[in-house]
Nanobody
Framework: QVHLVESGGGLVQPGGSLRLSCAASGVIFAPDVMGWYRQAPGKERELVATITSRGNEYYADSVKGRFTISRDNAKITVDLQMNSLKPEDTAVYYC????????????WGQGTQVTVSS
């Protein structure tokens, strides 16, 4: 069984920074894409950023230049450094891991709340 555990959420003022971390545990074969998604109240879950096992990064337009994703392939962890936070970044942030197996199985964390407010 694969488990993803997020940490690092909290309350921050506009313009502030937070760093989210996600650690995967269990029997994990061929970890491939890792990423962060978020879901605000009343909205659908949306992609924030992803990073492949080779280090290729992708960002949603809304976070480009403010957020940075990184990963440690040996530890199977993924971080999200969030700078210049805005109230519209408020959401529950979820970590996702997709394997490079034939089924392209995916796993999700339970989420961590990020609130940007003065």
């Amino acid at each position: 069984q694969v488990h993803l555990v997020e940490s690092g959420g909290g309350l921050v003022q506009p313009g502030g920074s937070l760093r989210l971390s996600c650690a995967a545990s269990g029997v994990i074969f061929a970890p491939d894409v890792m990423g962060w998604y978020r879901q605000a109240p009343g909205k659908e879950r949306e992609l924030v950023a992803t990073i492949t096992s080779r280090g290729n990064e992708y960002y949603a337009d809304s976070v480009k230049g403010r957020f940075t994703i990184s990963r440690d392939n040996a530890k199977i962890t993924v971080d999200l450094q969030m700078n210049s936070l805005k109230p519209e970044d408020t959401a529950v942030y979820y970590c996702r891991l997709q394997l490079a197996d034939m089924f392209r199985r995916e796993y999700w964390g339970q989420g961590t709340q990020v609130t940007v407010s003065s």
